[in-house]
């Protein structure tokens, strides 16, 4: 994998060379891991580390601190190394553990850089500067940098020009525990009725990068870490979508709430959110029962014909 292709002056870019190497060679040690058989183990109910997890993201922390020695690293596995830093990394270095602890070919590297200023409170985001996400199995590098755009393969890209969430294919993710104190199934089922189709693939990071290369017009989920959506964020906004909470409010790096799209629809999925979140326009799920009983009525039904 070239880094940047001629398209790409690398004088162009500050940061996304050096940490696209980096994830490269950390999506290299992935695939490595993947194709060898790792084992797994909980880190709470359903919550699972792999072997991969922790050794990858120890050469990316090292490798960020060699190139980028004043720059923070926050990781998913638990590094926190210089966190009162200008500029903070945001690392998840196996983005889609579930799917890769089952052998599914779907997980990614994600590292987004954040700057921050003195007058910043704890709880406060800084901006989003930089982007990498790295998918070893596709051999696919998303990259960013605010205000240059956002490239994959050394192939600029740009959202979707859908206009309408009937024509949209969008994508959702769900809680790896507690899964019973989320409501995410009842807005799974809403939008797979008003929309041409919901996907739910195991790697919130690499369906922001969807977005932004228009593979997909939306995402959307509940309780991100900033680990997995820094990058994510700024792709999509650098490849001209828009990111926000459910009711437009601005997008947190921590948070509770993600909708990310290609802009253009939007608004519909705002006023969608508030209708679900109101209890207005829902289709009821059926039963097992009234089920049962609709596929009993309709074999009768056809032994009259």
């Not at 899964?179 to 929309?195: C, D, M, Q, V």
């Not at 932004?212 to 490849?239: I, M, S, Y």
């Not at 029962?289 to 609709?294: D, F, L, M, S, T």
Request: hydrophobic fraction near 40%; aromatic fraction near 10%.
């Amino acid at each position: 994998m070239s880094v940047l292709t001629p398209q790409q002056n690398q004088a162009d870019f500050t940061w996304v060379p050096d940490a696209a190497k980096i994830a490269v060679e950390a999506g290299r040690q992935l695939r490595d891991f993947f194709l060898a058989g790792v084992e797994t183990e909980y880190k709470g109910e359903v919550d699972l580390v792999t072997v991969a997890d922790r050794t990858v993201e120890a050469y990316v922390r090292a490798s960020l601190a060699e190139r980028f020695p004043q720059h923070g690293v926050y990781g998913e596995e638990g590094t926190r190394d210089r966190m009162d830093a200008d500029f903070r990394w945001y690392v998840d270095p196996l983005d889609g553990t579930t799917n890769f602890a089952h052998g599914f070919p779907h997980f990614c590297v994600s590292l987004g850089l954040e700057r921050r200023t003195d007058e910043l409170t704890s709880d406060e985001d800084g901006q989003l500067v930089a982007a990498v996400i790295y998918d070893p199995m596709r051999d696919e590098l998303f990259l960013a940098e605010r205000g240059k755009g956002a490239w994959l393969n050394g192939r600029r890209i740009a959202v979707s020009p859908a206009k309408h969430l009937a024509e949209s294919l969008i994508a959702t993710g769900f809680p790896s525990r507690k899964r019973h104190a989320n409501p995410n199934i009842h807005f799974y089922h809403e939008f797979t009725l008003r929309s041409h189709g919901v996907r739910r693939a195991g790697s919130a990071a690499l369906d922001l990068a969807y977005v932004a290369c228009g593979r997909l017009e939306a995402f959307w989920e509940f309780h991100l870490n900033p680990w997995d959506t820094a990058a994510g964020f700024l792709l999509v906004e650098e490849a001209g979508g828009r990111v926000s909470t459910f009711d437009g409010s601005p997008r947190e790096l921590n948070s509770r709430e993600v909708l990310a799209s290609n802009g253009r629809i939007h608004d519909e999925l705002l006023e969608t959110f508030e209708a679900l979140f109101a209890g207005r326009n829902l289709d009821p799920i059926p039963t097992p029962a009234e089920y049962a009983g609709r596929r009993k009525a309709a074999a009768g039904a056809n032994r009259t014909i």
